[in-house]
């Protein structure tokens, strides 16, 4: 089994930053893709940007050129480096991850518990 755990979250005035963190931990042959999504107060939950194991990017149009995602594979930890916060960037934000427990197996998704981001005056 994999854990994913996020932190880094908090209150931040609009334009400010913020860095969010996803540690992988537990027994796992390989850690694939890893995203971060987030879901804000009534609306669903929308993808904010991913990462393959080789680095390559992808983000959601809203945050292209504000956020920046990075990863340690030696680590197992997902970055998200954000910056200029706006209002509609408040969100709980959360990592998964597409693991595979064995060379063999499906890669499965895993989730953490998601961390909390406020950005307000």
């Known amino acids: 089994q994999v854990q994913l755990v996020e932190s880094g979250g908090g209150l931040v005035q609009p334009g400010g930053s913020l860095r969010l963190s996803c540690v992988a931990s537990?027994?796992?042959?390989?850690?694939?893709?890893m995203a971060w999504y987030r879901r804000a107060p009534g609306k669903q939950r929308e993808l904010v940007a991913g990462?393959?194991?080789?680095?390559?990017?992808d983000y959601a149009d809203s945050v292209k050129g504000q956020f920046t995602m990075t990863r340690d594979n030696a680590k197992n930890i997902l970055y998200l480096q954000m910056n200029g916060l706006k209002p509609e960037d408040t969100a709980d934000y959360y990592c998964?991850?597409?693991?595979?427990?064995?060379?063999?197996?499906?890669?499965?998704?895993?989730w953490g518990q998601g961390t909390p981001v406020t950005v307000s005056s």
């Open positions: 998964t991850a597409k693991v595979s427990l064995s060379r063999w197996s499906v890669p499965t998704d895993y």
């Open positions: 990462i393959t194991r080789g680095g390559t990017t």
């Open positions: 537990g027994s796992a042959f390989s850690i694939n893709i």
